[in-house]
Every structure is written in structure tokens, then in C-alpha cells.
């Protein structure tokens, strides 16, 4: 079974550019992450999506930041424009639902995104 | 606000000992708990998962326990390796479906 795919791996790029990360998870996954990884610190959830609808977006910074999973599959986070604290690692993860409205199982992860900011 | 912590932040120790990993959370209502492994530059990588209604889970030489009352989850390792090393990372999923992580515990396995 193919693991959460991630790319590109490595960005760079400065501040004030934009920038896109896409995800694909698990296949059949129909809950998707996306996380926020500064260096040593746990990864920060920016939004959750059922299928292709959000269920959590509280801590992404709207006004910079946006998501979307349009045919419940695959997902694109986008950055614009780029401040210097967004360096940091992008997680993306997946997990399957039972139907049960609280039933969210195993997360599984991809490799991540590493920005700089410069 | 569910807020977890991972204490210690760092831990070393020689090869084969046994160790314990620590994660408390302020908010007992939650679903189930995660426990991951994280090399550096890597993603994350499941270890294992314990359901609220589970006191605990075990995979080889983890043994993960669940303590919902006391928001505690412990992580134990037994005959540790040098392979073990990594930063090892607890999630927890509340009923409102919102996982929190902590900042983790880096383990450093001596030879």
C-alpha cells in the first residue's frame, strides 16, 4: 500500500513570494491534515478535511494561508504571501473514518515539506 | 483548550535499558491517543494507538498505557537499541475530532 505523498520536499524561496504544497494520502483515506512543524516543537494543526469539506480550520492564518481537497482526494496548501515565521516543516497526514462522527483513526504520515523563508 | 505535555524534553541512556516516556494532556474527553517516532528530517511514523476505552497497547517492545482520569499516557521501551533513537511524539484526539500534539521526548540510545 503507497504511503501520504508529499512534494516538493525542499522550498526555498523569499519573503513575500508564494508558495503551493500538494498532498495525496492513502488511498480510500477520506480524512486529510495538514500540519505546521517548527523545529522542535510538535506539529500544530493548520486544517482537517472530510472528504473534500473542512472540519477544522481554526488555527489556519486565513489571511496568508489557504486549502483545498476539491474532489475529496488529493490537497494543495498554498502560502501568499510568505512571512519569515513560516519556515518550517508542512506535514501532510491521512486516516480512514468508520462513519462513526467521532470515530478518527490512525493518522498516517507523509514526508513532509521543509520551507525556508529567507 | 486541550493543551500536552512530553517530559522530558530530551533523555539519554546506555543500550539496553529500560525506559519510560511520559505524556499528559488537560482535557480527559478525548478519543483516542497516538503515539509517534519522528527521525530528524523525517515525517512521522505510527507506533501505536490506544483508544479511550483501552488501557493499553503493545507492539514488540512497546508497551504504550492510558490512564484517561489522570490524563496520562506512558510510553515504555524495553531493551533499548541504538536504533531507537529518534524523537518519539504524543497526539491526542479530542471528541471534537481536533488532534493536539506535544513537543516530544528526544531519545538517545548509547552504544
Known amino acids: 500500500e503507497a504511503g501520504v505523498a508529499q512534494s516538493p520536499r525542499y522550498k526555498i524561496i523569499e519573503k513575500r513570494q508564494s508558495v503551493a504544497f500538494w498532498c495525496n494520502p492513502i488511498?480510500?483515506?477520506?480524512?486529510l491534515y495538514w500540519y505546521q512543524q517548527i523545529l522542535g516543537q510538535g506539529p500544530k494543526l493548520l486544517i482537517q478535511f472530510q472528504n473534500n469539506g473542512v472540519v477544522d480550520d481554526s488555527q489556519l492564518p486565513k489571511d496568508r494561508f489557504s486549502a483545498e481537497r476539491l474532489k475529496g482526494v488529493d490537497s494543495t496548501l498554498k502560502i501568499q504571501p510568505a512571512k519569515l515565521e513560516d519556515s518550517a516543516v508542512y506535514l501532510c497526514a491521512s486516516s480512514s473514518w468508520t462513519g462513526d462522527l467521532h470515530s478518527y483513526n490512525e493518522q498516517f504520515f507523509g514526508p513532509g515539506t521543509r520551507l525556508t523563508v529567507l | 483548550k486541550q493543551e500536552v505535555t512530553q517530559i522530558p524534553a530530551a533523555l539519554s541512556v546506555p543500550e539496553g535499558e529500560n525506559l519510560v516516556l511520559n505524556c499528559s494532556f488537560t482535557?480527559?474527553?478525548?478519543?483516542?491517543l497516538q503515539w509517534f517516532r519522528q527521525d530528524p528530517g523525517k515525517g512521522l511514523t505510527s507506533l501505536l494507538l490506544i483508544q479511550s476505552s483501552q488501557r493499553e497497547q503493545t507492539s514488540g517492545r512497546l508497551n504504550a498505557s492510558l490512564d484517561k482520569s489522570s490524563g496520562r499516557s506512558t510510553l515504555y521501551i524495553a531493551a533499548s537499541q541504538p536504533g531507537d533513537s529518534a524523537t518519539y511524539l504524543c497526539?491526542?484526539?479530542?471528541?471534537?475530532?481536533?488532534?493536539?500534539f506535544g513537543d516530544g521526548t528526544t531519545l538517545t540510545v548509547k552504544p
Open positions: 488511498s480510500g483515506h477520506a480524512t
Open positions: 497526539a491526542v484526539n479530542t471528541n471534537a475530532g481536533k488532534s493536539t
Open positions: 482535557d480527559s474527553a478525548i478519543y483516542n
